[in-house]
């Protein structure tokens, strides 16, 4: 008789409580969004030229890159010249401020010619801007 | 035995505990995908404003498509590291520490790229010459 109450006697149910987990992880996720800088790239045909001694550049907050099809972009948006890229930046960068600040990110590829990216260079200098120019670590084969 | 009783119906519930699983990969999404875009590359502040269209003083460097050179020696970019490193630039007040840079013909970003970046890793301040009528 004593049995059969004890196998009939339910036992509660362990169970983790789980569901805060989940509240926690989508708080964490959108924390990150906000916080996280978007890439504003566009580089899709950007092979970068290869250097050594390379540093690791500040997080890029302003971004100028041109493609292999000599395409221009500023802030992941395609731009028709130098002169554009220059009235915008002197319109955001403040002279005085840090070096971070002012830092402007440049990635071009390796194959466009000085005709195309030296008026780019040019006006974000003449922007105010310092040129983060984006590379490769790596040794290149001497000519 | 299997047959349930009048009115007693299942509770709905809906399954959350994959939510946890699939927040924790996105989580683990952004962590590593923060950490690998960092860009490698150089800073370099080019004085603008002051123009030149000839090579002033005895630190000049001409990139042209036919090879690089130093003064008026023809030097491979660890050449011109050398030549570099052998000024101490970077001891130097920074008005000392110019080095011309002119380009002739449609020299390519890589070789433009390794010759600035030579000269700012020695210390210099590259002072880039622009080409008369060149393309603005």
């Known amino acids: ?143 | 035995m299997g047959r349930r009783r009048r009115g007693q119906r299942d509770e709905p519930v809906i399954p959350t505990d994959s939510f946890c699983d699939i927040a924790f990969l996105l989580i683990i999404y952004f962590i590593l995908a923060a950490s690998i875009s960092r860009d490698w590359g150089f800073n370099t502040n080019i004085p603008a404003g002051q123009k030149a269209t000839e090579a002033t003083n005895e630190k000049s460097v001409l990139l042209r498509n036919d090879g690089l050179f130093w003064g008026e020696r023809n030097v491979t970019v660890a050449q011109l590291r050398q030549a570099l490193a052998g000024l101490n630039l970077s001891g130097k007040d920074p008005n000392s520490r110019v080095v011309q840079f002119e380009a002739k013909g449609n020299v390519p970003w890589q070789d433009y790229y390794e010759v600035l970046a030579a000269i700012q890793q020695a210390g210099g301040v590259p002072g880039i010459l622009m080409e008369a009528g060149g393309k603005k």
């Open chain 1, 1 to 143: 008789m004593s049995s059969r109450r004890r196998s009939r006697m339910r036992r509660p149910k362990t169970v983790v409580p789980v569901t805060s987990m989940g509240d926690i992880a989508f708080l964490l996720i959108i924390f990150f969004v906000i916080c996280s800088n978007f890439a504003k790239k566009a580089g899709k045909n950007v092979q970068p030229p290869v250097s050594s001694n390379l540093i690791v550049l500040p997080k890029p907050k302003l971004y100028v890159a041109v493609d292999s099809e000599h395409k221009l972009y500023f802030q992941g948006r395609l731009v028709g010249s130098a002169g554009e890229i220059e009235a915008e930046l002197t319109q955001l960068i403040d002279p005085n401020g840090s070096v971070e600040a002012r830092t402007v990110i440049f990635e071009c590829d390796k194959s466009v010619t000085k005709d195309v990216f030296e008026p780019i260079l040019e006006s974000i200098a003449k922007g105010g801007g310092i040129i983060g120019a984006v590379g490769k670590e790596g040794v290149r084969k001497e000519k």
